[in-house]
C-alpha cells in the first residue's frame, strides 16, 4: 500500500500491484483540468448551417433553457408545497407538468451541444440568466403559486415565438421545430390545465 494525496487535502490509500504498479481498475480521484470549452464559444460542427446562425440559436437556445429551468423548478416547489382542499388533485398536476417541463429541459441542452455550444446546467448559472422572478422561499397561498407559474410560462412562450421565427428566417430549422413542436405546445397545453384551476366558479349551487 502505499499513500496518495489527494486534491482535498486528504490522504487515500491506493492498491498496487506486486511489481509496485497501481492497480489499472483503481479510479483516479481529486481531478481537475483545463476548461476545454469556455461558456459562449461554439465548436464548428459539419452541420451545414454558419457559425453566426448556431450562434444565435445557442444564445436564444440558453435564454429559453434557463428560463425553463426555473419553471422546471416552480413546479417541484409547488408540488411540495401546495395546500388546501385541492391538495391531492394539484400535487399530482404539479409533477406531472414537472416530469415535461423537465424533458423539454434536455431536449433544448441537447440542441445547444448539438449546435456545437455549451448548455446551461447548475443552479447558480441559471439564476444569473433567468428573466423569471424569483419565489420566496416559504410557502405561498396556491393562486398566487398558480400565477407565478402562468406568468413564467407566457415569458417562455413569447421569446420561444420570436426565438422560433428568427431561426426560421436564419435557415435553423431544427431549433425552429424544437421552439414550435415541443415548447411552445407544451407549454400552451399547460397554460391551460393552469389556468383552468384560477377560474372563479361554483362548486356546488349555480349563482
Same mark, same amino acid.
Given at each position: 500500500?502505499?499513500?496518495?494525496?489527494?486534491?482535498? $487535502?486528504?490522504?487515500?490509500?491506493?492498491?498496487?500491484?506486486? +511489481?509496485?504498479?497501481?492497480?489499472?481498475?483503481?479510479?483516479?480521484?481529486?481531478?481537475?483540468?483545463?476548461?476545454? /470549452?469556455?461558456?459562449? %464559444?461554439?465548436?464548428?460542427?459539419?452541420? #451545414?448551417?454558419?457559425?453566426?446562425?448556431?450562434? /444565435?440559436?445557442?444564445?436564444?437556445?440558453?435564454?429559453?433553457?434557463?428560463? %425553463?429551468?426555473?419553471?422546471?423548478?416552480? *413546479? !417541484? !416547489?409547488?408540488?411540495?408545497? &401546495?395546500? $388546501?382542499?385541492?391538495? *391531492?388533485?394539484?400535487?399530482?398536476?404539479? =409533477?406531472?407538468? *414537472?416530469?415535461? /417541463?423537465? @424533458?423539454? &429541459?434536455?431536449?433544448?441542452?441537447?440542441?445547444?451541444?448539438?449546435?456545437?455550444?455549451?448548455?446551461?446546467?447548475?443552479?447558480?448559472?441559471?439564476?444569473?440568466?433567468?428573466?423569471?422572478?424569483?419565489?420566496?422561499?416559504?410557502?405561498?397561498?396556491?393562486?398566487?403559486?398558480?400565477?407565478?407559474?402562468?406568468?413564467?410560462?407566457?415569458?417562455?412562450?413569447? @421569446?420561444?415565438?420570436? *426565438?422560433?421565427?428568427?431561426? +426560421?428566417?436564419?435557415? =435553423?430549422? #431544427? %431549433?425552429? =421545430?424544437?421552439?414550435?413542436?415541443?415548447?411552445?405546445? %407544451?407549454?400552451?397545453? /399547460?397554460?391551460?390545465?393552469?389556468?383552468?384551476?384560477?377560474? =372563479?366558479?361554483?362548486?356546488?349551487?349555480? !349563482?
Amino acid at each position: 500500500m502505499r499513500l496518495a494525496a489527494s486534491m482535498y $487535502g486528504t490522504m487515500a490509500h491506493t492498491k498496487v500491484t506486486s +511489481d509496485n504498479k497501481p492497480l489499472k481498475a483503481a479510479p483516479v480521484l481529486g481531478q481537475r483540468g483545463k476548461i476545454i /470549452q469556455e461558456f459562449g %464559444t461554439v465548436v464548428k460542427l459539419p452541420s #451545414g448551417l454558419e457559425e453566426g446562425v448556431t450562434r /444565435q440559436s445557442i444564445e436564444d437556445l440558453n435564454q429559453v433553457l434557463a428560463d %425553463t429551468m426555473m419553471l422546471r423548478d416552480l *413546479y !417541484k !416547489k409547488h408540488h411540495w408545497q &401546495v395546500s $388546501g382542499p385541492t391538495f *391531492y388533485q394539484l400535487h399530482l398536476l404539479l =409533477d406531472a407538468h *414537472y416530469e415535461k /417541463q423537465a @424533458e423539454l &429541459v434536455d431536449l433544448i441542452a441537447e440542441r445547444i451541444q448539438a449546435l456545437g455550444g455549451i448548455a446551461l446546467a447548475l443552479p447558480h448559472d441559471v439564476s444569473e440568466h433567468t428573466r423569471i422572478e424569483r419565489a420566496p422561499i416559504g410557502r405561498e397561498e396556491v393562486p398566487v403559486q398558480l400565477s407565478r407559474l402562468l406568468e413564467a410560462h407566457e415569458l417562455i412562450l413569447k @421569446e420561444s415565438r420570436e *426565438y422560433a421565427h428568427a431561426a +426560421d428566417e436564419r435557415g =435553423d430549422d #431544427g %431549433t425552429n =421545430d424544437l421552439l414550435v413542436s415541443e415548447v411552445v405546445r %407544451t407549454n400552451e397545453l /399547460q397554460v391551460w390545465f393552469v389556468s383552468e384551476h384560477l377560474v =372563479d366558479t361554483p362548486v356546488v349551487n349555480a !349563482k
